[in-house]
């Protein structure tokens, strides 16, 4: 009888997802048909993101380690959603194969909350999965950089494109409280 809104649990994270929604819209004035690239964890915060994605239509590509994929599950629910949309998934090994022409490039901590014990083993593991101007300049001229924040700067993101002019990160840290607020008015 009593509303339950999933902030954010181990395997989701979607109101992070609907707050990067409207920020990609406010940046790109539509969602359908954009690419949308992850690079890192396929953690709670990418399986929302890709459900997401993927319902209005935009093409999700992700590219992690092995050992670090998305679950299988969230992957098959996704494709049901795709196939309705129209959008493609693509997971991949190869961060330059997801980020290549994408309109977005998006990426997370390489270990989440709960996870520190872990964190010098994932540092090693995700090592080639920075997201700096090397791979950032493989994606669209006018494609946007995007981080859930807080930001590892110098590990997953480096610090130039983190502060740089495709980066909207604060834009999406606003968006997600503005987000939550309307979650909570309904």
């Given amino acids: 009888d009593v509303p339950v809104i999933n902030a954010l649990s181990d395997a989701e994270h979607p109101c992070q997802a609907l707050a990067d929604l409207l920020t990609i819209y406010e940046n790109k004035g539509e ?19 890709l459900l997401a994605a993927v319902l209005t239509g935009m093409n999700f590509r992700i590219a992690s380690p092995a050992g670090y994929a998305l679950e299988e599950g969230i992957l098959s629910q996704a494709r049901e959603y795709a196939a309705a949309s129209g959008a493609e998934i693509s997971c991949t090994e190869e961060p330059s194969q997801a980020v290549g022409g994408a309109d977005i490039v998006y ?80």
């Fill in 31 to 49: 969602l359908a048909g954009l690419t949308l690239a992850f690079v890192g964890d396929g953690n709670n915060v990418a399986s929302s993101l």
């Fill in 107 to 186: 990426t997370d901590v390489w270990a989440s909350m709960g996870q520190e014990a872990e964190a010098q083993e994932r540092q090693r593991v995700f090592a080639n999965y920075q997201v700096n101007d090397g791979l950032l300049s493989l994606a669209r001229d006018d494609a946007i950089l995007m981080h859930p924040l807080p930001a590892h700067r110098g590990e997953e993101v480096s610090e130039d494109i983190l502060d740089g002019q495709q980066s909207v990160v604060f834009d999406q840290a606003e968006n997600r409280m503005h987000l939550q607020k309307a979650l909570l008015a309904q």
